[in-house]
């Protein structure tokens, strides 16, 4: 499928019923959220995407990697597809698309849910504080290895690594990157396209579209130190339209790969039914 001049890999993972569309994160591809795809095919026919310059997707043809242009992507796909009032399953930068979408466009999206989604107050506002120490550890990274069994043994005692499960670990290893000419494995998202998306981060209000969004929304949020949006867990709670929000103990940024069942337990149960009463923490 080609979306706004990007040729779009899309994953269908089966199941009956309306469709539900599940979002990745930057620098990761649809591929890594089997156990939830799986998970979700109970409540509906579930697909997933890879975004522009990710996985096995084509780079936008005019080097824009903003967040706009996921957005964009999203809404593209959602119409080519033929579809409205969907339910939808976003993680981190993803989330942050899913749900501002779900504001402007509340015709393609009816309910989701946002796992971790990145949003701040204010282009300096300190929970952006991640954002120059990714770029300059993106741009630093690895992006050749001898194997995937090399990768996965590099990776599974690192952070933010060490805490995922291992079988969503072994599948990034092995579906994140591709063969090269000499038979080692290379990223797929390649580390310039990664940090792009780091780098235009502050131009996108994700935290205004979420909150004026009328579209139910159940925002989950990391309670580890590593969560990027746990310090505007409480103004979400209060000032969500239609929702509420989720503090999982014991996970970070990563819920959907530390957690994937308690994730798509939360996401079947929300996703199934209809509006909730009023908005506040679950």
């Known amino acids: 499928m080609t979306v706004n001049g990007i040729r779009l890999h899309t994953l269908d993972w089966g199941g009956e019923g309306p469709p539900i569309v599940i979002l990745h994160a930057t620098g ?40 706009d242009a996921t957005m964009r992507d999203l809404e593209g796909f959602i119409s080519a597809m033929g579809w409205s009032g969907i339910r939808a399953v976003g993680h981190s ?11 402007e ?70 579906f994140g990157t591709r063969p090269t000419s000499d038979g080692k494995r290379e990223l797929k998202c390649a580390p310039e396209v990664e940090a792009k ?19 139910p929304l159940l925002v989950i949020f990391g309670a580890r130190g590593d969560s990027l949006g746990a310090s505007l867990s409480g ?11 989720i503090d999982v103990e014991d996970a970070g940024h990563f819920v959907p790969m530390e957690k994937p069942d308690y994730a798509a337990e939360q996401a079947i149960e929300f ?12």
């Open 93 to 103: 930068a993803g989330a942050t698309a899913i749900g501002s979408l779900a504001n």
């Open 197 to 215: 998306f780091y780098e235009t981060a502050r131009d996108f209000d994700g935290l205004g579209r979420i909150l004026r969004c009328i579209a």
């Open 105 to 174: 466009r509340p015709d393609l999206i009816s309910r989701a849910v946002l796992l971790e989604p990145v949003i701040f107050e204010s282009p300096d506002a300190p929970e952006l504080g991640w954002r120059n120490p990714f770029i300059e550890r993106t741009l630093k990274r690895r992006r050749i290895f001898d194997s995937v069994d090399a990768m996965f043994a590099n990776f599974e005692k690192k952070p933010p690594y060490n805490t995922w499960r291992k079988d969503i670990l072994r599948d990034y290893c092995e």
């Open 271 to 282: 996703l199934s039914f209809g509006p909730p009463s009023r908005s506040g923490r679950g």
């Open 235 to 245: 103004k979400v709670a209060g000032e969500l339209k239609h929702g509420r929000v």
């Open 28 to 67: 990761f591809l649809g591929r890594i959220y089997r156990r939830l795809a799986e998970r979700l095919r109970a409540i509906g026919h579930v697909y997933s995407y890879d975004q522009r310059a990710h996985g096995d997707s084509s780079p936008a043809p005019d080097g824009d990697y903003t967040w």
